[in-house]
């Protein structure tokens, strides 16, 4: 079975980032304790992959006029938010475009509405056996306005700040091989 390498995170832009399988991989969100949740599965093909999200992981919310896909836990939701412009799904190269495609937002439960500067960028990074994400703080904001044709990497590293793991519900993001 042939690996792909990655290489180069977003904001870190050095070293290899991960090997991937071809074939199918699962992503789960990890809570602080360890539990996972499986949130969707990878199909890789090549330098190319398509992402199928679990939806019975998923509640529907209609949150400040939007629909949310969003994880439920005893205190918090972590609501998957789509990126809404060009994206290649391309991985011969970086990780960038996974990092895309698993933007999240959190808000507590039973609160009204959604708070765009509580969004979660998940910045993938080898474990040895797949990629793992480490949850960082950023303002949605910067995603309302498209950017410009061409730009298909509008995310900046001072749009990205280091989220500390104890305050979040589910601060990793992993991605490897199936186990269920």
């Given at each position: 079975m042939r690996k792909l390498i990655l290489?180069?995170?977003?904001?870190?832009?050095?070293?290899?980032?991960?090997?991937?399988?071809?074939?199918?991989?699962?992503?789960?969100?990890?809570?602080?304790?360890?539990?996972?949740i499986k949130i969707?599965?990878?199909?890789?093909?090549?330098?190319?992959?398509?992402?199928?999200?679990?939806?019975?992981?998923?509640?529907?919310?209609?949150?400040?006029?939007?629909?949310?896909?969003?994880?439920?836990?005893p205190e918090m939701l972590w609501c998957h938010v789509p990126?809404?412009?060009?994206?290649?799904?391309?991985?011969?190269?970086?990780?960038?475009?996974?990092e895309y495609d698993f933007l999240f937002l959190w808000k507590p439960a039973g609160s009204y509405g959604i708070d765009m500067w509580n969004g979660v960028y998940y910045e993938l990074e080898s474990d040895g056996n797949g990629l793992v994400g480490t949850l960082h703080e950023m303002d949605m904001n910067v995603l309302s306005v498209p950017p410009e044709d061409g730009n298909l990497r509008p995310l900046l590293p001072k749009h990205l700040e280091p989220g500390d793991p104890d305050s979040h519900w589910l601060p990793k993001l992993v991605i490897g091989p199936q186990s269920d």
């Open positions: 290489w180069g995170a977003m904001a870190l832009g050095a070293g290899p980032v991960c090997a991937l399988e071809d074939g199918v991989n699962g992503v789960w969100l990890q809570a602080q304790d360890g539990a996972r969707a599965a990878i199909n890789v093909t090549g330098d190319a992959y398509d992402v199928q999200m679990q939806d019975d992981a998923f509640g529907e919310y209609f949150l400040s006029m939007r629909p949310f896909k969003c994880v439920e836990g990126y809404p412009y060009e994206i290649k799904r391309d991985v011969s190269t970086e990780a960038t475009d996974l």
